[in-house]
Nanobody, 123 residues
Framework: VQLQASGGGLVQAGDSLRLSCATS??????MGWFRQAPGKEREFVGA????????YYGDSVKGRFTISRDNAKNTVYLQMNSLKAEDTAVYYC???????????????????WGQGTLVTVSS
């Protein structure tokens, strides 16, 4: 199983950016996005239930970020709008390999992780 995250880069405050996470090997019940800023703990950004597409977001990104998925491509997206300097972080996608129905918001609820992609927002 591999998760390949991509799409990071350097943008200005107020800009938009879309991250992608392609999965290989299998599909998962739930997919999540986390981020880790320098000197801080990893933070839950959001998650999507693959079947049905229900989404959940952390308070700091709610209303600005949107998670979606493309079934045919086995890919999950994180659309980030109205970016702020405090959104600067390495963003990770993660997959929940368990049969759990509830969408996880903690790191330990995800079994597989992508390599991370850096998003830098200049103010």
């Amino acid at each position: 199983v591999q998760l390949q995250a991509s799409g990071g880069g350097l943008v200005q405050a107020g800009d938009s950016l879309r991250l992608s996470c392609a999965t290989s090997g299998r599909t998962f019940r739930n997919m999540g996005w986390f981020r880790q800023a320098p000197g801080k703990e990893r933070e839950f950004v959001g998650a999507i239930r693959w079947s049905g597409g229900s989404t959940y977001y952390g308070d700091s990104v709610k209303g600005r970020f949107t998670i979606s998925r493309d079934n045919a491509k086995n890919t999950v997206y994180l659309q980030m709008n109205s970016l702020k300097a405090e959104d600067t972080a390495v963003y990770y996608c993660a997959a929940d390999g368990s049969p759990r129905l509830r969408v996880g918001v903690r790191e330990d609820e995800y079994d597989y992780w992508g390599q991370g992609t850096l998003v830098t927002v200049s103010s």
